[in-house]
């Protein structure tokens, strides 16, 4: 599995072309990012993910600040560390 997060739509465009150049099958490749809510869910995912598939093996990238909006007009943001939701 390849599974990675960005706020960028340019980075995760970039990141599934890079996961299947390294060999990933499309169909087990998992970008996410686009929301905010899959940002916060983003830890909760990858556990079930790894749960549900105990024998497979995985490759998580995970961009370093994630910046998502805190209201419906993109007036204020707040930023996730990727090196912390991960640990």
Do not use: C, Y
Not at 1 to 8: E, L, R, T
Not at 24 to 35: A, D, M
Not at 37 to 49: A, G, H, L, Y
């Amino acid at each position: 599995w390849g599974i990675a997060i960005d706020d960028s739509m340019i980075q995760r465009k970039l990141l599934k072309r890079i996961l299947a150049l390294a060999g990933i099958e499309e169909s087990r490749i998992v970008v996410l990012g686009k929301t905010a809510d899959e940002i916060r869910t983003f830890d909760d995912f990858v556990i079930n993910k790894v749960n549900n598939r105990p024998n497979d093996h995985f490759l998580l990238i995970v961009d370093e600040n994630l910046d998502i909006a805190m209201d419906d007009l993109h007036l204020h943001q707040t930023t996730i560390s990727g090196s912390m939701m991960v640990q």
